[in-house]
């Protein structure tokens, strides 16, 4: 049974730095593809940064590029998000998502994704 669990959401200022985790199971995390994604209410989850391999490059949105990083910790099947220089338009639900649909490798689709994590708010005060 596969699991996704994101951690580490909550209240942050404006200009300040927060990081996130997902811990996933039921998955050979070695060269899993996974991805972190945000939501807000009324609109569509859309891609913050995506892994597609142990080795491979992360991928980011343009707005977030060169204040996130993505990492990973094979040892505790862990997937890391660092936040840092959070803006307002950072505040939303993010979701930890594992596992691609077949020739996706590094995705920021959410429909590509195939299992889910349930989120975890973060909200940046100004």
């Known amino acids: 049974q596969v699991q996704v669990a994101e951690s580490g959401g909550g209240l942050v200022q404006v200009g300040g730095s927060l990081r996130l985790s997902c811990t996933i199971s039921g998955l050979t995390f070695g060269d899993l593809a996974m991805g972190w994604l945000r939501q807000v209410p009324g609109k569509e989850r859309e891609g913050v940064g995506a892994v597609g391999s142990s080795t491979g490059r992360p991928l980011f949105t343009a707005a977030v590029e060169g204040r996130f990083i993505i990492s990973r910790d094979s040892a505790r099947n862990t997937l890391y998000l660092q936040m840092n220089s959070l803006q307002p338009d950072g505040t939303g639900m993010y979701y930890c998502?594992?596992?691609?649909?077949?020739?996706?490798?590094?995705?920021?689709?959410?429909?590509?994704?195939?299992?889910w994590g349930q989120g975890t708010q973060v909200t940046v005060s100004s």
């Open positions: 998502a594992a596992g691609v649909r077949a020739n996706c490798g590094r995705t920021l689709y959410a429909s590509d994704y195939l299992s």
